[in-house]
Structures are given as structure tokens and as C-alpha cells.
């Protein structure tokens, strides 16, 4: 567990992440380019899309950040990246939809206020948070997609002044004060884990926990199995002291030890007119996530398309996931093409006609493996007993 803040690794990390901004934004341009020319004109003539629908999905798609982030977390491999951004792209028309907007779970200070990186703090108190699974979940994805475009328009005011450094990521500073260990619940962290990591990847520069005690711990290393390494790294337990000498009282609340105003009465641009006005831009309106994501189905809105199943009898391209429209049944789409797909279509079918034929003799050979080495030990201990005393076993 890390509990103090070293600055050192989150600085390396930080430039780390610049620089490979830089190196790769002619491949993210690149990519923004097939998104626009490709991707989405067939997501606008598949799914027969409104022209709100469309400009949404446009908007999302120029922003240079989000897209950089995808690539970096496929490891700079263009067809999962495209992949990935492909399925996420239909996930937020079928899931993520904005108008009436509830007020964001994330308390986000406005700029210039920021860490000693340039990075924007969001505050989350997550006492306050898990009175209720379903809010959370709903509101995380508000919240998420708000800091998104909030991080957008700092890199839009960046633009402006061309000695700054693009902002591709954020600070959160979760405090647990109040926080019961029974009102834990890990099947919200794999939620967010499996649902909402995969489609707002590489947000998260450092997340500062406050106001832990060893009551957490077991659920820490639980939590800590579930995490990649590359996210344990970005976790401290700082106190607030070391909080303070990483961010300096001018940037944290009266609250927190700053010299700011209580965190209650500072402007949150995540839940100001212009954030809301940016995030109903093509003016949808919000519906909730899918019963997959652990929310109830009657608020679950109609999708657009039903994923077959890669090995199903229904799937025209057996072995590769494929995307059927709902409201054109006869038009299906193949999804990735990959070698591992084969592979391991060509495995499954290999084991359902020869796998029990395989157990039956891996189950004959172990047991006459075991039947032999029996009967040799029995032998050489009837032999031993029937020859007379100093002879020797040949």
C-alpha cells in the first residue's frame, strides 16, 4: 500500500504520457479520419440514425483526448483500438444518453485550480455515494462523461495559449470518512471495472484515498487482485498533511486543509450551465445503462442492434463475434477478424468432437501409469522377500 505520494513516479508517469501524446498524434488523427470516413457512416446507415444521433456520435469522436486514450490502451494497436472505439461508439447510442441530466456524483474544482501536473482534482465522498447501487452506477456514467468534456474544453482553452500541455487525464482525491465496511460493495468496483474502464480508458492520472484506517484492509487486497498493476501504482493513502505538501493549500478546500472555500461552495464545472449545455449538444435524452450493468430493466431502453453470439448456430460468420440489426433482421455485420478468433473457434470445435475420446485415454493412461508402478513396487517387495539375505535386486 502506498501512503505517501511519490511525486517522482507521478511525474515520470506524466511525462511519460505527453510525450506518447505527442509521438502518436498523426496516428490518432489517422485514426479519427476512419472513424469519421468509415466507422460511423456505416453506424448511420446501419442503425438508420437521427441527425442529433449522428452529430453526438461526431462529437465524440473529434475529441482528439478520448481517441489517443483508446490507442494507448490497446497498446497503440489500431484494429483494438478501432474495435474497441467501434463498440463503444454503439454502446453510448444504445446506453448513454443525454438531456435532463441529474447532478453529477463528482465534485470537480474549476481552472486554474489543479495539481502541481496541471491535472484538474475531482472530489468524491463515498459515504454519500453508496446510499444507493443504482445511483451510482447512473451517476458515474453522468459524471464521467461530464469530466470528459470538461477536460475537452481545457484542452480547447490550452489550444488557445500554445505554451500549455495538453490534459489528458485528472486527480481524484476519494474520501472515505463515514464510510462503513459493511456498506462496501465489490460487485460495484467490478462493475466498474468490466463496464465502465473498458469505455472511459486512461482518465485517472493518481487517485488519492483519504481518512483510511485498517478496517479497509481486507477490502484494499481484494480490490488491489482486481486491479492491474499499472492502476495499483497510481493508488495512495496519503494523510492530509501529505496531501497538502503534494497540492499546496491554494488548490484543496477549507475542508481538506486548503486555504480555498468548503468544497460545498465552490463552483463545480461539472454541474454548471455550460457543461450541461455541452453534454445535451445534439439533445438526447438520458436513459439508463443496460440490465447487464446491474440496473433495472423496465428503465433499460430498446438497443439498436444484439450482439450473436461467435459460435452460435445463427451466426453466418461462425467463430467471429457478429452485430445483427433489430430493425433490419436480414443485415448482419461481422465483427473482428482476428487470428486468436480462429484459433480458438478451431480449439472448441477440435475439443466437441474429440474431447471425451481425449479424457477417456488421458483417464486410461494415468490409471495404468498408476496400475504399473503399483505392481512394480509389489513385485520388488515379493522378490525381496523370497530372496535369501544379501542377495541384491537385479
Same mark, same amino acid.
Given at each position: 500500500?502506498?501512503?505517501?505520494?511519490?511525486?517522482?513516479?507521478?511525474?515520470?508517469?506524466?511525462?511519460?504520457?505527453?510525450?506518447?501524446?505527442?509521438?502518436?498524434?498523426?496516428?490518432?488523427?489517422?485514426?479519427?479520419?476512419?472513424?469519421?470516413?468509415?466507422?460511423?457512416?456505416?453506424?448511420?446507415?446501419?442503425?438508420?440514425?437521427?441527425?442529433?444521433?449522428?452529430?453526438?456520435?461526431?462529437?465524440?469522436?473529434?475529441?482528439?483526448?478520448?481517441?489517443?486514450? *483508446?490507442?494507448?490502451?490497446?497498446?497503440?494497436?489500431?484494429?483494438?483500438?478501432?474495435?474497441?472505439?467501434?463498440?463503444?461508439?454503439?454502446?453510448?447510442?444504445?446506453? !448513454?444518453?443525454?438531456?435532463?441530466?441529474?447532478?453529477?456524483?463528482?465534485?470537480?474544482?474549476?481552472?486554474?485550480?489543479?495539481?502541481?501536473?496541471?491535472?484538474?482534482?475531482? *472530489?468524491?465522498?463515498?459515504?454519500?455515494?453508496?446510499?444507493?447501487?443504482?445511483?451510482?452506477?447512473?451517476?458515474?456514467?453522468?459524471?464521467?462523461?461530464?469530466?470528459?468534456?470538461?477536460?475537452?474544453?481545457?484542452?480547447?482553452?490550452?489550444?488557445? *495559449?500554445?505554451?500549455?500541455?495538453?490534459?489528458?487525464?485528472?486527480?481524484?482525491?476519494?474520501?472515505?470518512?463515514?464510510?462503513?465496511?459493511?456498506?462496501?460493495?465489490?460487485?460495484? !468496483?467490478?462493475?466498474?471495472?468490466?463496464?465502465?474502464?473498458?469505455?472511459?480508458?486512461?482518465?485517472?492520472?493518481?487517485?488519492?484515498?483519504?481518512?483510511?484506517?485498517?478496517?479497509?484492509?481486507?477490502?484494499?487486497?481484494?480490490?488491489?487482485?482486481?486491479?492491474?498493476?499499472?492502476?495499483?501504482?497510481?493508488?495512495?493513502?496519503?494523510?492530509?498533511?501529505?496531501?497538502?505538501?503534494?497540492?499546496?493549500?491554494?488548490?484543496?478546500?477549507?475542508?481538506?486543509?486548503?486555504?480555498?472555500?468548503?468544497?460545498?461552495?465552490?463552483?463545480?464545472?461539472?454541474?454548471?450551465?455550460?457543461?450541461?449545455?455541452?453534454?445535451?449538444?445534439?439533445?438526447?435524452?438520458?436513459?439508463?445503462?443496460?440490465?447487464?450493468?446491474?440496473?433495472?430493466?423496465?428503465?433499460?431502453?430498446?438497443? !439498436?442492434?444484439?450482439?450473436?453470439?461467435?459460435?452460435?448456430?445463427?451466426?453466418? *460468420?461462425?467463430? /467471429?463475434?457478429?452485430?445483427?440489426?433489430?430493425?433490419?433482421?436480414?443485415?448482419?455485420?461481422?465483427?473482428?477478424?482476428?487470428?486468436?478468433?480462429?484459433?480458438?473457434?478451431?480449439?472448441?470445435?477440435?475439443?466437441?468432437?474429440?474431447?471425451?475420446?481425449?479424457?477417456?485415454?488421458? /483417464?486410461?493412461?494415468?490409471?495404468?501409469?498408476?496400475?504399473?508402478? %503399483?505392481? %512394480?513396487?509389489?513385485?520388488?517387495?515379493?522378490?525381496?522377500?523370497?530372496?535369501?539375505?544379501?542377495?541384491?535386486?537385479?
Amino acid at each position: 500500500m502506498n501512503n505517501r505520494i511519490a511525486r517522482s513516479v507521478l511525474e515520470g508517469n506524466h511525462k511519460l504520457l505527453v510525450d506518447q501524446y505527442k509521438a502518436n498524434l498523426a496516428d490518432v488523427c489517422a485514426l479519427q479520419s476512419t472513424l469519421n470516413d468509415e466507422i460511423l457512416s456505416h453506424v448511420v446507415q446501419e442503425f438508420a440514425l437521427s441527425d442529433a444521433d449522428h452529430t453526438w456520435a461526431k462529437e465524440w469522436i473529434s475529441d482528439t483526448a478520448t481517441i489517443f486514450r *483508446f490507442l494507448r490502451h490497446h497498446g497503440f494497436v489500431r484494429s483494438f483500438a478501432l474495435e474497441a472505439i467501434h463498440t463503444t461508439l454503439i454502446w453510448r447510442l444504445n446506453v !448513454l444518453r443525454l438531456f435532463t441530466l441529474p447532478s453529477a456524483l463528482l465534485h470537480c474544482l474549476p481552472p486554474p485550480i489543479c495539481d502541481p501536473l496541471g491535472r484538474p482534482l475531482v *472530489f468524491l465522498q463515498l459515504s454519500e455515494l453508496l446510499t444507493c447501487e443504482q445511483t451510482m452506477m447512473d451517476g458515474l456514467l453522468i459524471s464521467l462523461d461530464r469530466l470528459r468534456i470538461h477536460l475537452r474544453s481545457l484542452n480547447t482553452l490550452n489550444n488557445e *495559449f500554445s505554451n500549455r500541455e495538453i490534459t489528458l487525464q485528472c486527480v481524484f482525491v476519494i474520501d472515505l470518512e463515514g464510510l462503513s465496511i459493511q456498506s462496501v460493495n465489490l460487485k460495484i !468496483l467490478t462493475w466498474f471495472m468490466k463496464e465502465v474502464v473498458p469505455r472511459y480508458p486512461g482518465m485517472l492520472g493518481a487517485v488519492f484515498f483519504l481518512n483510511y484506517s485498517w478496517t479497509y484492509a481486507m477490502t484494499w487486497s481484494i480490490a488491489k487482485s482486481l486491479l492491474p498493476k499499472s492502476a495499483v501504482g497510481r493508488i495512495f493513502f496519503p494523510s492530509r498533511e501529505e496531501l497538502l505538501q503534494y497540492c499546496s493549500a491554494s488548490a484543496l478546500p477549507s475542508n481538506y486543509g486548503g486555504a480555498l472555500s468548503p468544497l460545498h461552495l465552490i463552483e463545480d464545472p461539472l454541474n454548471s450551465d455550460d457543461q450541461k449545455n455541452s453534454a445535451s449538444i445534439a439533445s438526447r435524452e438520458w436513459c439508463m445503462p443496460a440490465p447487464s450493468t446491474g440496473l433495472p430493466e423496465t428503465l433499460h431502453r430498446q438497443p !439498436l442492434s444484439v450482439s450473436i453470439p461467435p459460435r452460435s448456430s445463427l451466426n453466418p *460468420f461462425f467463430g /467471429y463475434p457478429t452485430v445483427a440489426s433489430l430493425s433490419r433482421p436480414h443485415i448482419v455485420q461481422p465483427g473482428r477478424r482476428r487470428k486468436r478468433d480462429l484459433l480458438l473457434t478451431l480449439s472448441v470445435l477440435w475439443w466437441r468432437r474429440w474431447g471425451t475420446r481425449f479424457i477417456i485415454l488421458l /483417464y486410461f493412461l494415468i490409471t495404468f501409469s498408476l496400475t504399473r508402478k %503399483r505392481v %512394480r513396487r509389489v513385485a520388488r517387495w515379493m522378490l525381496g522377500v523370497a530372496l535369501p539375505s544379501g542377495s541384491i535386486l537385479p
